[in-house]
């Protein structure tokens, strides 16, 4: 596999699993064939989540927050604000919930495998 190189402007931002968020591949998932999923998130400003408990079937999920912030809740502890520099390692099947989010919101979560179901709380 030859080394992943993207840069800013090599792809844009589309709709995705939230209608509150836009979504921008990185292009792992190809190069690993759905092994991994890499993308940036960032917030559509005026759109805000409605926090409902779910769960996420896969192996492996972090987030890094690079603008703004975004407060979840887990059921293992509690609600947690992250900010710009902070970092969240998921573990699989982990009972969780958005809470909020600021308008500038920007992260960027590394999943595996790259696609996976989401179950209700």
Not at 24 to 39: K, M, P, Q, S, Y
Not at 96 to 121: K, M, N
Request: proline share 7%; net charge negative.
């Amino acid at each position: 596999m030859p080394t992943l190189v993207r840069h800013a402007d090599a792809a844009g931002f589309e709709r995705g699993l939230r209608a509150f968020f836009e979504y921008r591949d990185l292009g792992v998932r190809a190069e690993t064939a759905g092994g991994f999923g890499a993308h940036v998130i960032r917030a559509i400003p005026g759109e805000h989540p409605e926090p409902k408990w779910h769960r996420h079937q896969l192996d492996f999920q972090f987030v890094v927050v690079l603008r703004g912030w975004v407060r979840f809740e887990y059921e293992d502890v509690g609600e947690v604000l992250l900010q710009a520099g902070s970092t969240a390692l998921q573990p699989p099947m982990v009972r969780h919930r958005e809470v909020a989010h600021s308008d500038d919101l920007e992260l960027i979560e590394i999943t595996s495998p790259a696609e996976f179901e989401t179950l209700p709380g």
